[in-house]
T-cell receptor, first 115, second 111 residues
């Protein structure tokens, strides 16, 4: 069964550094998402992306964050100047067509540790 | 406001028993979904129930939705040790496509 793949599985970065998290969504999917899960807390929506633009973003997704689909397969999340509180699991997800009423398929996540 | 709050927070049962998890939410929804997360892994979609549906089955899973009470339940029948995981409800609302997750129920099935 097709899967969403995320790399790296674990990223350790110094505070203030830029980090790029990478995702390869399922190939025929059109909607892409990023969520994060701080240890012991809920999974939180960050951003959704469709047709090469952001369709919705949360309050968490401030100017430090950006997303990009640089080619036909990758979907990236960039954090420009990382803070300690950015430490979390970051999950990428994708869904096939109409976003409403479709299950989202999640990758196994990238554990981001900010030192 | 919090959306998608599950209870109990943790549930420990014997293999073969049924497990029931509940979810409450606050706003109108398009649909409600249940996901499972094994330790250190991503979320796996289990079942989706639309706002105009009251009950849905998938294998050993049964989901109910009561929009008047803004609540849902997930029943896992004849549980197995492999069902040990965290279970999350997630709501989809309005015109957006984001999912709002609850805090989850940690299920432990003892063999």
């Amino acid at each position: 069964e097709p899967e969403v793949t995320q790399t790296p599985s674990h990223q350790v970065t110094q505070m203030g550094q830029e980090v790029i998290l990478r995702c390869v969504p399922i190939s025929n999917h059109l909607y892409f998402y990023w969520y994060r899960q701080i240890l012991g807390q809920k999974v939180e929506f960050l951003v959704s992306f469709y047709n090469n633009e952001i369709s919705e973003k949360s309050e968490i997704f401030d100017d430090q964050f950006s997303v990009e689909r640089p080619d036909g397969s990758n979907f990236t999340l960039k954090i420009r100047s990382t803070k300690l509180e950015d430490s979390a699991m970051y999950f990428c997800a994708s869904s096939p067509n109409s976003p409403s009423g479709q299950p989202q398929h999640f990758g196994d996540g990238t554990r981001l540790s900010i030192l | 406001s919090q959306q998608g709050e599950e209870d109990p927070q943790a549930l420990s049962i014997q293999e073969g028993e049924n497990a029931t998890m509940n979810c409450s939410y606050k706003t109108s929804i398009n649909n409600l979904q249940w996901y499972r997360q094994n330790s250190g892994r991503g979320l796996v979609h289990l079942i989706l129930i639309r706002s105009n549906e009251r009950e849905k089955h998938s294998g050993r899973l049964r989901v109910t939705l009561d929009t008047s009470k803004k609540s849902s339940s997930l029943l896992i029948t004849a549980s197995r040790a492999a069902d040990t995981a965290s279970y999350f409800c997630a709501t989809e609302t309005g015109y957006g496509n984001k999912l709002v997750f609850g805090a989850g129920t940690i299920l432990r099935v003892k063999s």
